[in-house]
């Protein structure tokens, strides 16, 4: 966990200490939800309608089996609906969703599952999709755990610089 902190601070500082090399048509953003892989952050690729992002982050954290990390993916679109306004976004998205610990009746055997998530968000651009600002949103996805919920989501809130 403080490894990834750690390479989160250092690729986001090397990032913005470098806007002004970067083309206003990439952004990098930090937050919680499933456009960073739960607490994490992203770098996407913009358009003035749509967003392709890859990010990395945690979706949990126990004591007992330490943090559930990983990558993922998503695009988020704002004109899907013919609308004027680059503020709603409607997405698409894969991430790790979580981890599972289970018992087997074989010989009693204790297992160890990670399991991945594809879903369907909707965010708020508070300036756009285009241009540096906070966002909120919700998401739903469904997952390939075992015994864990098969449906199950993400609250988002992030800041995308």
């Known amino acids: ?12 500082g090397s990032l913005i200490a470098q806007e002004s090399t970067f083309d206003s048509q990439y952004s990098v953003g930090v937050g919680m939800g499933a456009a960073y892989s739960g607490l994490g ?6 358009s003035k309608t749509d967003m392709k992002y890859v990010s ?3 979706v949990e954290y126990s004591s ?5 990390c990983g990558f ?3 695009w988020i679109v704002t004109d899907l609906f013919d609308s004027d306004s680059n503020k709603h ?3 698409v998205y894969a991430t790790k969703a979580g981890h599972e610990v289970y018992a ?3 010989n009693f055997n204790i297992k160890e599952n990670e399991y991945y998530g594809a879903g369907v968000s909707y965010t708020y651009f508070m300036n756009g999709i285009d241009k ?9 996805h469904a997952t390939n755990a075992k015994y864990d919920e098969k449906i199950n989501g993400f609250l988002q809130v992030g800041y995308q610089f």
């Open 1 to 12: 966990m403080k490894k990834l902190v750690l390479v989160l601070s250092f690729i986001s």
């Open 41 to 46: 952050a992203n770098f996407a690729l913009l």
């Open 56 to 58: 990395v982050g945690c």
């Open 64 to 68: 007992r089996y330490g943090s559930t």
């Open 72 to 74: 993922g993916v998503g």
């Open 89 to 91: 976004g409607l997405g």
């Open 104 to 106: 087997t009746t074989e």
């Open 132 to 140: 540096p600002g906070f966002n909120f949103g919700i998401s739903a």
